[in-house]
């Protein structure tokens, strides 16, 4: 059974840090893996995609990595703004979305 | 593009009584439609897959007949929450996609259901 994990649970820092988001997934047999934001009673936006033959994919100041061999991916924010606030929650394809338990990240100014 | 509602956004509701939440895609046809709960502070939990004009499929652990769910037509889906209880008070999510693809999907902004 395919278990998504994401590390830190929650995470404050102040505005202008570089961060790195951790998703974790305990089987490498996966089509892709997205990433997406989620603000506070709302629904999910997509920010990232990457396919399984991918290693990376960016948007902006947001880079994603993925090594599925070791079941990993990153999500890197630079330069972080107040308006990043939300919870970051990654998710895995093998033929439906599985998501991960999410980081709640709080940058203050 | 590519956009999702949901309606209501949040409902309070007695104990026993059934409650309908509608998820429509405004400006896509949607082939398949995914229903999904979140409980507080924790990931999302898909419920359901429905394909317009077939029976949805229903994940390990989710009573069919208490989550009704239709999918009409192209644009319109809806979860029927039936006798509802208060461990049914969750945060209900819904996305669509045109494709069918798991990994194409698009989502509404949700629906608070409190069932009191």
């Known amino acids: 059974k395919q278990e998504v994990t994401q590390i830190p649970a929650a995470l404050s820092v102040p505005e202008g840090e570089n961060l790195v988001l951790n998703c974790s997934f305990t089987d490498s047999a996966i089509y892709n893996l997205q990433w997406f934001r989620q603000d506070p009673g709302k629904g999910l936006t997509s920010l990232l995609l990457i396919q399984s033959s991918q290693r990376e994919q960016t948007s902006g100041r947001l880079n994603a990595s993925l090594d599925k061999s070791s079941g990993r991916s990153t999500l890197y924010i630079a330069a972080s703004q107040p308006g990043d606030s939300a919870t970051y929650l990654c998710a895995v394809v093998p033929d439906k979305l599985i998501f991960g338990t999410g980081t709640r990240l709080q940058v203050f100014p | ?116």
């Open chain 2, 1 to 116: 593009g590519a956009v999702v509602s949901q309606h209501p956004s949040w409902v309070i509701c007695k104990s026993g009584t059934s409650v309908k939440i509608e998820c429509r895609s405004l400006d896509f046809q949607a082939t398949t439609m995914f229903w999904y709960r979140q409980f507080p502070k924790q990931s999302l939990m898909l419920m359901a897959t429905s394909n317009e004009g077939s029976k949805a499929t229903y994940e390990q652990g989710v009573e069919k007949d208490k989550f009704l769910i239709n999918h009409a037509s192209l644009t319109l889906s809806t979860l029927t929450v039936t006798s509802a209880h208060p461990e049914d008070s969750s945060f209900y999510i819904c996305s669509a996609s045109s494709k069918g693809l798991a990994y194409e999907q698009y989502f509404g902004p949700g629906t608070r259901l409190t069932v009191t």
